[in-house]
């Protein structure tokens, strides 16, 4: 079964993703750009942080930029691999490269993030990225500080109505569901709003959530109703965003790898703008 439910708008067809689409899809609504058009020679730092019961590790990296760097990082710690590719898209994509991150245990893939970005310069704005997943019943966090130095002054009581969208596909069942986001305000400083997926055992739902240090974290939740009415989390996917302009250059595909179900992947395309000023 195909749910598709969406405003008619011909920019939203055209970036979504139908089931079975590679993990290389990009949104079409901002400029293409070559890979050749990347600045040379930029670098950037960052901290990797592995968490979880049976996990508790941190390694300072260095990513280069494409042609110019190490592009390629593979990190093992006792039976967990962390894989990051960072590689070009063709030039018929949006956007001209992506980040590739993959998180194996025992040689298995539990977890998996394709983060769009424009150069590397992108991930110093954003700061931090990455996803929490749900393997053997504990959750693991995987998380990329770029230590971002631009000044933190979004806040929610300061963002307007922002248009978001989503796409969440679970390809064993053949069911997608594309959804335009608003998100309403459900207590101080923060903004939610989740939808079932139909027949299926699990909830999509999209927050914004101010920092304590200033800034708002974007994340994408895929939980498992319980029937004690509290949902359990089966997988998160995040980004930092110290400004409006760098909530709005994000765009990711995750996956979340359950059993029964196979893989569920989870889309999210940049905002569209605003449906009126902050009030």
């Known amino acids: 079964m195909k749910t598709i439910i969406f405003a008619a708008s011909a920019l939203l067809l055209a970036a979504c993703s139908p089931v079975g689409q590679s993990d290389s899809a990009s949104p079409a609504d901002n400029p293409a750009r070559t890979a050749n058009q990347m600045p040379a020679m930029e670098s950037a730092p960052f901290t990797l942080t592995i968490k979880g019961d049976s996990i508790d590790f941190s390694k300072e990296l260095t990513l280069g930029e494409l042609g110019y760097g190490k592009t390629h990082i ?35 893939k539990r977890g998996y993030l394709f983060f769009a970005i424009n150069d590397l310069r992108a991930l110093k704005r954003m700061g931090v990225l990455g996803f929490e997943t749900e393997i053997d019943g504990a959750l693991v966090d995987v998380r990329l500080d770029f230590h971002s130095e631009l000044p933190k002054v979004l806040r929610i009581d300061t963002l307007g109505d922002e248009r978001l969208i989503s796409d969440t596909l679970i390809g064993s069942k053949g069911f997608q569901m594309i959804r335009p986001m608003l998100l309403p305000l459900r207590s101080e400083g923060i903004r939610y709003q989740s939808y079932a997926l139909d027949s299926h055992p699990f909830v999509m739902g999209y927050a914004l959530r101010d920092l304590g240090g200033g800034g708002v974290a974007f994340e994408y939740d895929l939980t498992r109703p319980q029937e004690s009415g509290e949902p359990r989390l089966a997988a998160r996917f995040y980004y930092h965003a110290p400004n409006l302009s760098a909530l709005r250059e994000g765009m990711f595909a995750g996956k979340y790898f359950d059993a029964d179900y196979g893989a569920i992947k989870l889309v999210y395309y940049p905002a569209l703008g605003q449906t009126g000023p902050p009030q």
């Open 74 to 108: 593979t990190v093992s710690e006792g039976n967990y691999e962390f894989d990051l590719n960072y590689k070009a898209l063709p030039s018929n994509r949006s956007y001209p490269a992506n980040l590739d991150i993959n998180l194996k245990m025992d040689g298995k």
